[in-house]
C-alpha cells in the first residue's frame, strides 16, 4: 500500500475524533494526533480499534503507546501488513 | 444564610413528549405514552408493554457531538442530557465559555447507567477482548455519567454529582438541590433524575411480577394508578430537569419561576414497623410527609394538590390511607390528588423528577392533569377520598400549594412542597 493510500485511509479513520479539522485537511505523515489533530487522548485507544478493523491486524499495548502520529502509525500498519 | 429557592428552568423527556410544550400538552390532554414492546416480548417477557420516549437522531444530534453519538449506547445519558440542557436553555442560562460556571452545578440522579454499554462491555470483557472495550465504557456506565455530561456540556463549576436511591432518586436530587442553594453553597442547580430502558433495566421487574402482564393487548390501559383493576407498574424510562436557583439570582437575571420549592422531607422506614426492601414502612411516609409540611411552613389544610407516588399496584390504597392520616383530610376534603404514572408508567429512577416538572406545570398554569385508567375506582380508595378529587378530565384551577411525594425500594421516601410563585 503506498503511503498517499494510507493517509488518505487514516484522514477517515481519525475524522471524528479529530478537534481540528484544518490540520485533518492538510494531514501528512508529521502530523501529530494530540499536538496537531487535537484529538482527545482518551480516543487514541479508538483509533487504535478502528485501525485494526480497517486492517484487520492486532496492534501491541507497545505499538500502541509509540503510535503518536501518522508516521508511527504508517510504520506499525506497513509492519504488520508485511508479516501477514 | 437561608435563600429562597425557585424553579426557573424545566426540561423533560417522558414517554408521552420530549420536551416541555409536548409534555405539556399530553398531560393536559392525558395522553398515555405506553406502547406495546416488541423487543420484550421476542424475549418472552410477561409485560410486553412500557414507557420509552421517543428521541429521533435528529433531536439527538442537536445535543450530542458526532463522536459521542458514535459511540453512545446509554439511553439513561441520552434522555438526561437533552432533558438537563433543555431545562438549562429554558431557564435562559448560558452555556459557560471558557471559564467554569463556579456558581451552577447539578445534582443529576440515576438508578444506574449504560446498562446496555454495560452488557456490551461483559460480551467482550468475557470473549477475551477486554481491550476492544473503546475509550467510553466508563465514562458511560459509571453512575454518575449523567451529572458528568452535563457537567461538561454545560461548563458546571460548582458540585457536579448523582444521587441514587431507587425511586425517589429524582425527588432526592430536587431537596438535594435546594438545601445547596438554601444554604448559600450554590446559586443555581441544574436537579434532575434519568432512567434507562430497555429489557436489562426492567427485566428484574419482571422477574418480581411488580409489572402488569394483564394489559399486552391494550398498553394505554395498562398503568392504573388507584383502580380496582391495577395489577402492577408498567415500566418506563426518561428524564426530568429542573433548573432550581436562588430567589435573589432569578430576580437580578429577571429569570421566569415556575415555583418556589418551599422545603421538604427525606426519610427511611429502616425497613421496620411493615416496612421492607420493597415496601414502605406508613410510619415513615407519614412522618415524612408531615415533616415536608413543618420544614415547608405550611399546614396540611392549605395544600392543594397531591402528586402521589401512586405506581399501579395493590399499595395504592396504603398511600391514600398515609396521606389521609398525615394530613388529617379526607372525603371532600382531601386536597386534589394525580397520578402521573397512570400516562407514563413508572419511569423508576426518572419518575420523581418527571413528575415534578408535571407538578411545576400544573402550578404554573393552573391546572390539574387528569388521572386516566381509574374510571373503577378502588373501593378502598372511595371510602377515603371523594371521588371528585381525584380528576378524570382535565380540571383549569389555580394551585397555591402542591406536595409531591416518591418512595423507593430500600424503604426511603421523600415529599416536596411546591407554592406557586406570583411574579409581578
Given at each position: 500500500m503506498d503511503k498517499e493510500t494510507f493517509i488518505e485511509q487514516l484522514r477517515e479513520i481519525v475524522r471524528p475524533y479529530a478537534k481540528n479539522q484544518e490540520a485533518l485537511a492538510t494531514i501528512?505523515?508529521?502530523?501529530?494526533?494530540?499536538?496537531?489533530?487535537?484529538?482527545?487522548?482518551?480516543?487514541l485507544v479508538d483509533v487504535v480499534l478502528d485501525v485494526e478493523e480497517k486492517y484487520d491486524i492486532v496492534i501491541q499495548n507497545e505499538e500502541m503507546e509509540r503510535m503518536l502520529n501518522v508516521q508511527a502509525a504508517l510504520d506499525i500498519v506497513e509492519a504488520k501488513l508485511n508479516e501477514k | 444564610m437561608n435563600n429562597r429557592v425557585v424553579i426557573t428552568g424545566l426540561g423533560v423527556v417522558a414517554p408521552n413528549g420530549t420536551g416541555i410544550a409536548a409534555f405539556s400538552e399530553a398531560i393536559k390532554k392525558g395522553i398515555s405514552g405506553i406502547r406495546y414492546d416488541e423487543q420484550l416480548a421476542a424475549l418472552k417477557f410477561s409485560c410486553q408493554i412500557a414507557g420509552k420516549p421517543d428521541v429521533p437522531e435528529s433531536l439527538q444530534q442537536q445535543y450530542f457531538e458526532e463522536l459521542e453519538l458514535k459511540q453512545l449506547s446509554s439511553s439513561g445519558i441520552i434522555y438526561g442530557v437533552i432533558a438537563g440542557m433543555q431545562a438549562w436553555a429554558d431557564a435562559g442560562l448560558a452555556i459557560a465559555p471558557e471559564?467554569?460556571?463556579?456558581d451552577s452545578g447539578t445534582i443529576f440522579g440515576a438508578g444506574t447507567s449504560g446498562v446496555d454499554k454495560f452488557r456490551e462491555s461483559v460480551y467482550k470483557v468475557d470473549e477475551?477482548?477486554?481491550?476492544?472495550?473503546?475509550?467510553t465504557a466508563v465514562t458511560q456506565t459509571m453512575t454518575s455519567g449523567i451529572s458528568a455530561f452535563l457537567g461538561g456540556k454545560l461548563g458546571l463549576g460548582n458540585q457536579v454529582t448523582t444521587n441514587s436511591s431507587a425511586c425517589t432518586t429524582g425527588a432526592e436530587s430536587v431537596l438535594m438541590a435546594y438545601e445547596r442553594i438554601k444554604y448559600g453553597h450554590a446559586k443555581r442547580i441544574l436537579a434532575g433524575s434519568t432512567s434507562d430502558s430497555g429489557p436489562y433495566i426492567w427485566g428484574g421487574f419482571d422477574a418480581m411480577k411488580?409489572?402488569?402482564?394483564?394489559?399486552n393487548e391494550r398498553p394505554e390501559a395498562?398503568?392504573?394508578?388507584?383502580?380496582?383493576?391495577?395489577?402492577?407498574i408498567v415500566p418506563g424510562s426518561g428524564a426530568g430537569a429542573l433548573v432550581l436557583e436562588s430567589l435573589d439570582s432569578a430576580l437580578e437575571r429577571g429569570a421566569t419561576i415556575y415555583?418556589?420549592?418551599l422545603g421538604g422531607n427525606i426519610n427511611s422506614g429502616g425497613q421496620r414497623n411493615g416496612g421492607s426492601m420493597t415496601a414502605p414502612n406508613p410510619v415513615a411516609v407519614q412522618r415524612c410527609i408531615t415533616a415536608a409540611l413543618q420544614q415547608a411552613g405550611?399546614?396540611?389544610?392549605?395544600?392543594?394538590?397531591i402528586n402521589g407516588?401512586?405506581?399501579?399496584?395493590?399499595?395504592d390504597a396504603e398511600e391514600i390511607a398515609n396521606w389521609c392520616t398525615a394530613l388529617q383530610r379526607n372525603g371532600k376534603n382531601f386536597p386534589y390528588i394525580n397520578a402521573l404514572k397512570s400516562m407514563v408508567?413508572?419511569?423508576?429512577?426518572a419518575s420523581g423528577s418527571i413528575e415534578l416538572v408535571a407538578v411545576a406545570l400544573q402550578l404554573k398554569e393552573g391546572f390539574v392533569s387528569p388521572n386516566i385508567?381509574?374510571?373503577?375506582?378502588?373501593p378502598d380508595i372511595q371510602a377515603l377520598v371523594d371521588?371528585?378529587?381525584?380528576?378524570?378530565q382535565l380540571l383549569y384551577k389555580d394551585i397555591n400549594l402542591a406536595a409531591k411525594a416518591s418512595f423507593g425500594f430500600g424503604d426511603v421516601n421523600a415529599c416536596i412542597i411546591l407554592q406557586k410563585y406570583l411574579q409581578s
Open positions: 501528512n505523515t508529521s502530523t501529530d494526533f494530540i499536538n496537531d489533530l487535537k484529538i482527545n487522548s482518551a480516543n | 471559564t467554569p460556571d463556579w477475551l477482548q477486554v481491550r476492544r472495550l473503546g475509550s411488580v409489572s402488569t402482564f394483564k394489559f395498562a398503568s392504573r394508578p388507584m383502580s380496582a383493576t391495577a395489577s402492577g415555583a418556589e420549592v405550611v399546614q396540611a389544610a392549605d395544600i392543594d394538590l407516588h401512586l405506581t399501579a399496584t395493590g399499595k408508567g413508572h419511569c423508576l429512577s385508567n381509574c374510571e373503577d375506582l378502588h371521588r371528585e378529587r381525584i380528576p378524570e
